[in-house]
């Protein structure tokens, strides 16, 4: 459940105060110079999408920085800065970059940074383990506060994605927030290693592609058009990719969500077991579609399946 931190109607020095102390409580602790303290106003949202942080921030124009004599580290974080709204200019060690909406950044919360809002502004913060990420501090040191919209097929779609995601982040739940997450942070790690020109993936747009289709099979009316969108592809150029690798686009989706119809078989209740509900949770329109979906590529109907692999 996202955690909502708003401060109008505050007494301005007051609502500075707060707002310092809420990015210390949900982030990191950092210092916060606001340019014109009369008309302060802020609001923070932070959402743990699954095992992913994600906060959302929008305030007037600013500088947030920390310096050597802060006295705190970042915990060995990194956050990938998505600017939703304004702009700002971001330092860190050698490198200053300008951000416009919808361009992006990575920066190490264990180093000196500073953020200048030039603007009112609104971004969205995705918290990704140190750990998560297997580059050298130099090539860290080299892609912080530079422009990851370096135009990769993975940065044009990863871009998008994010955006969306701080967006709709409050209208995820239970599984399907799972399988965003877990396909979120896999993007955000892949974009940071793409960024220092680690291999991220000889075959970039199928892990794409495989990634959102994952991600997103329990939508009945996700299409082909959508998953060629978020790899970067034309429908056609992800329909020859994906043949040129013994499947079709719409046999993958199929796997998926079989896959995960035979796991909710596995745990359902035989006396119990309703068709039309796991249909539904796995992204077929009715019953009767996944009868004919399953019967095909098993040889038996759900129910029989059961039977015979009811844990």
Known sequence: ???????????????????????????????????????????????????????????????????????????????????????????????????????????????????????????????????????????????????????????????????????????????????VADYASAMLVDLINDAVGNTVDTEVPLSIAARFIRAHCGNPELTVAEVAQAAGLSPRALHKLFQNNGTTVARYIHLQRLGRARALLREADPSRVDLEIIAQRVGFPDADHLIRVFTNNTGVDPLEWQVRNHA
Not at 63 to 82: C, N
Not at 90 to 111: K, P, S
């Open 1 to 179: 459940m996202a955690e909502v931190i708003s401060l109008s109607g505050l007494k301005h020095s007051d609502a500075i105060a707060r707002y310092q102390a809420a990015l210390a409580s949900t982030l990191i602790q950092q210092n916060v110079e606001v340019r014109n303290p009369s008309e302060f106003t802020a609001s923070i949202m932070l959402e743990q999408i699954s095992g992913m942080r994600l906060a959302v921030i929008g305030s007037y124009p600013q500088v947030l920085w920390r310096d050597s004599d802060t006295g705190f580290t970042g915990e060995g974080q990194l956050y990938v800065h998505v600017q939703l709204g304004g702009r700002c200019v971001m330092t860190q060690g050698r490198n200053t970059v300008a951000l416009r909406r919808g361009d992006m950044a990575v920066y190490d919360a264990d180093r000196p940074f500073s953020i200048r809002f030039e603007t009112e502004f609104t971004i969205a913060l995705f918290v990704v383990p140190r750990s998560a990420v297997t580059i050298d501090p130099e090539d860290l040191e080299r892609v912080a506060a530079t422009n990851l919209n370096n135009g990769s097929e993975l940065s044009r779609s990863t871009g998008p994605f994010l955006r969306d995601l701080a967006e709709q982040a409050v209208r995820l739940e239970g599984v399907h927030e799972t399988r």
